[in-house]
């Protein structure tokens, strides 16, 4: 299952890196929100493995989940795996330099069942897909227009 996001918005490709790439504020936001965050290695090592193991609760069941960066190419590209009970999935920022001043992110969500209870899962996911999508949409709208510090661009 994939989702897939675009938005363009009037902020340097440089800046909006930045704040894609700015992962201990994303920690301590996840933190506030109730999630364990657990980083493993240096912030400074983004090319050789910095990754989280995360714990959380959803719909009364704690997951766990592994994110590691396996690829960090600045600033047009974070590739983020993560590894879960049941579900791998992979999170893809792609950034395009549209002029000096707009950048376009694109970002996508692949999900892919290791096991039974994942598939299952998945295939509850299919059944509100439309939903799940427009939110996807709208939270990468509204993280854009945070992190630039100015509306997003239709």
């Given at each position: 299952?994939?989702?897939v996001?675009?938005?363009?918005?009037?902020?340097?490709?440089?800046?909006l890196?930045?704040?894609m790439?700015?992962?201990?504020?994303?920690?301590?936001?996840?933190?506030?929100?109730?999630v364990?965050?657990?980083?493993i290695?240096?912030?400074?090592?983004?090319?050789?493995?910095?990754?989280w193991?995360?714990?959380?609760?959803l719909?009364?069941?704690?997951?766990?989940?592994k994110?590691?960066?396996?690829?960090?190419?600045?600033p047009?590209?974070?590739?983020?795996?993560?590894?879960?009970?049941?579900?791998?999935?992979?999170?893809?920022?792609?950034?395009?330099?549209?002029?000096?001043?707009?950048?376009?992110l694109?970002?996508?969500?692949?999900?892919?069942?290791?096991?039974?209870?994942?598939?299952?899962?998945?295939?509850?996911?299919?059944?509100?897909?439309?939903?799940i999508?427009?939110?996807?949409?709208?939270?990468?709208?509204?993280?854009?227009?945070?992190?630039?510090?100015?509306p997003?661009?239709?």
């Open positions: 299952m994939q989702f996001a675009k938005e363009d918005t009037n902020t340097p490709i440089n800046e890196f930045a704040a790439s700015d992962f201990e504020s994303f920690e301590r936001s996840a933190i506030r929100r109730g364990n965050v657990q980083r290695g240096a912030l400074e090592d983004l090319q050789n493995g910095l990754g193991d995360v714990s959380f609760d719909r009364g069941v704690k997951r766990d989940v994110l590691k960066i396996s690829e960090y190419s600045g047009t590209l974070i590739k983020i795996d993560a590894e879960g009970t049941g579900l791998v999935g992979e999170l893809i920022i792609e950034l395009i330099a549209l002029s000096p001043k707009r950048t376009r694109t970002m996508t969500t692949v999900l892919k069942p290791r096991t039974l209870a994942g598939r299952v899962l998945l295939q509850s996911l299919k059944l509100a897909r439309s939903k999508a427009r939110n996807y949409r709208k939270r990468v709208r509204d993280f854009v227009e945070i992190a630039a510090g100015r997003a661009v239709s």
